[in-house]
Nanobody, 115 residues
């Protein structure tokens, strides 16, 4: 069984920064792609960033140049550094892992960008 626990969300002013963390428990390996998705009120869940087994990263166009995804395989943790935050980044952010075709999700952490 795999569990994902996110942390680091909160209320930040526009232009500010946050760092999200997601700790995985269970059989997660460096080969399993991990990522962050988000869901804003009234909208569908969307991909934010992913990181593969070779540390290859992929970003949504809306966050390129502002967000950075990274992972610590020994700690089974994936991070999302978010800079230059905008009000439109407000959403619940979910951690995801693809464990050989099976999707696992965290409970989510709320990020609110507001002055």
């Amino acid at each position: 069984q795999v569990q994902l626990v996110e942390s680091g969300g909160g209320l930040v002013q526009p232009g500010g920064s946050l760092r999200l963390s997601c700790v995985a428990s269970g059989s997660i390996f460096s080969i399993n792609p991990m990522g962050w998705y988000r869901q804003a009120p009234g909208k569908q869940r969307e991909l934010v960033a992913t990181i593969g087994s070779n540390d290859h990263t992929n970003y949504a166009d809306s966050v390129k140049g502002r967000f950075t995804i990274s992972r610590d395989n020994a700690a089974k943790t994936v991070y999302l550094q978010m800079n230059s935050l905008k009000p439109e980044d407000t959403a619940v952010y979910y951690c995801h892992v693809d464990r050989w075709g099976i999707d696992y999700w965290g409970e989510g952490t709320l990020v609110t960008i507001s002055s």
